[in-house]
């Protein structure tokens, strides 16, 4: 069975950090990119990150870039999204998803998605 938990989520003060973790098994880890994404309240989802198969490429968008930072442990199957300076318009479900190879920000490249994990961030 195809699995991927996030966890790391909670409130937090402007300005402060999190870490998300993104567990992922039942499939070949390896063989996949794996892609952070966030939806608020009445937007759709977007891509926040993406680190490729070889963990050698990352992306991020740009209302992220120099804040979060992506990495992952192929040993343990895990992906971590490192979240700085934290504001209140990061806050959102984050949710971790899987697609061959390559990164991308295209939803419809992604073949297995987490539940995600609430980030609130307070002013």
């Known amino acids: 069975e195809v699995q991927l938990v996030e966890s790391g989520g909670g409130l937090v003060q402007a300005g402060g950090s999190l870490r998300l973790s993104c567990a992922a098994s039942?499939?070949?880890?390896?063989?996949?990119?794996i892609g952070w994404w966030r939806q608020a309240p009445g937007k759709e989802r977007e891509g926040v990150s993406c680190?490729?198969?070889?963990?050698?490429?990352?992306s991020y968008v740009d209302s992220v870039k120099g804040r979060f930072t992506i990495s992952s442990d192929n040993a343990k199957n895990t992906v971590y999204l490192q979240m700085n300076s934290l504001k209140p318009e990061d806050t959102a479900v984050y949710y971790c998803a899987a697609q061959r190879f390559s990164c991308s920000f295209s939803f419809w490249n992604y073949d297995y998605w987490g539940q995600g994990t609430q980030v609130t961030v307070s002013s």
């Open positions: 039942g499939f070949t880890f390896d063989d996949y990119a």
């Open positions: 680190i490729s198969n070889s963990g050698a490429l990352t």
